[in-house]
């Protein structure tokens, strides 16, 4: 691993700028990428570098930007479409679910759509219920959309860069409050592969399987477990969709207990998917049922009290953990 470090969006941004430069077909376009830099400043200084032509300021309409990516890919670009807010995706869904994602199939598997749609989900900052959301679950449910959200700076740039690579549409999540985490990256390019999980602590008595910000409590809770005797195995999945299934269930057949945690709402959330996953391929090797930690059926308030009450964190996770371990034996 490198000694270089870059922030969680700077590994994005310079993704982006190697891809450009590598393959003239690559270009961004949304609302503010190009003067602006983006909503988050994780497009600055790509206009000026590459040009208008390469990063397209767009109208004020996802369904557009999606339409005008879901175009250029067709004709053979590998377009860069950014949605700003997670949420805004909805109004873009005829779009995203319609077309991008059933191009392929509609056409008898021989067109390409090499495109990417970045957005920004997450909790945090305060951006109130319409700003704030976690709703990968919704397009984990989409077949012909593979769907990433990483948890540190190495992750980012490699997943964009084998995102813009890839030849199907990509949906790829940025946590908005994890954009200045500054984490190890290397120089130049390299790809972490897509739906690849990866064992990010090693342990032998539960696991806990998370992505995005909440791996990061993840990792925290693990510490704070292991001074109490605990040692928890933890994976970040990265790819959500296509999911790693054999890395979790080889860690649960190792640890025999295991939590699934996400920031999004727990009712629904992605996290049952796991859950359902591990009871179908590693049911005998469980001592406990599948814990799982998710937001409340709620809305995300927008005072910061409420905020980090909703967002499950390191200790919520812990508790979690301690109950997995604390129920009987199954049999």
């Known amino acids: 691993m490198s000694d270089r470090t870059l922030t969680y969006g700077q590994a994005f941004s310079e993704a982006i700028r ?4 590598a393959d003239p077909n690559v270009f961004i376009a949304g609302e503010d990428v190009g003067a ?6 994780t497009f600055d200084g790509v206009q000026s570098e590459f040009g208008e032509r390469r990063a397209v300021d767009t109208p004020i309409s996802e369904q557009a ?6 175009g250029a890919a067709v004709t053979g670009l590998r377009p860069i479409v950014d949605l700003m807010f997670m949420d805004f995706s ?3 869904a005829d779009q995203i679910v319609n077309q991008a994602a059933k191009l392929k199939y509609m056409f008898g598997g021989e067109a390409k759509l090499p495109m990417v749609i970045t ?3 997450g909790a945090g900052l305060s951006a109130a219920a319409q700003h704030s959301q976690s709703l990968e679950a919704l397009f984990c449910h989409i077949p012909g959309l593979q769907v990433v959200f990483p948890s540190n700076a190495y992750d980012v740039k490699g997943l964009m860069a084998s995102a813009i690579l890839e030849d199907n549409p990509v949906l790829f999540v940025l946590h908005k409050r994890m954009l200045g985490l500054k984490g190890p990256v290397p120089e130049g390019r390299y790809t972490v592969p897509l739906g690849q999980a990866m064992v990010t602590r090693e342990g032998s008595d539960v696991t806990v399987v998370s992505w995005g910000r909440t ?3 993840a990792l925290a809770a693990a510490e704070t477990l292991a001074g109490e005797g605990v040692q928890v195995e933890v994976i970040d999945l990265r790819t959500l969709s296509p999911l790693d299934t054999a890395t ?3 860690s649960v057949k190792k640890t025999n207990r295991v939590v699934v945690a ?3 709402v727990r009712f629904g959330g992605f996290g049952a998917e796991v859950a359902a996953q591990i009871q179908e391929e590693a049911f005998d090797y469980l001592d406990a049922p599948v814990g799982r930690v998710g937001a409340p059926f709620s809305p995300v308030p927008f005072t910061p009290a409420l905020e980090n009450l909703y967002v499950p964190d390191a200790a919520r996770i812990a508790e979690s953990v301690r109950a997995a371990l604390a129920r009987p034996l199954l049999g």
């Open 65 to 70: 930007i999606i339409g005008l990516g879901v």
């Open 90 to 92: 909805l109004v873009a």
């Open 248 to 250: 979790v269930v080889a």
């Open 215 to 217: 791996h990061n409590e």
């Open 36 to 41: 602006h830099g983006g909503v988050f400043h």
């Open 119 to 121: 957005t920004h989900g």
């Open 262 to 264: 996400h920031e999004a």
């Open 18 to 21: 190697l891809e450009m430069e």
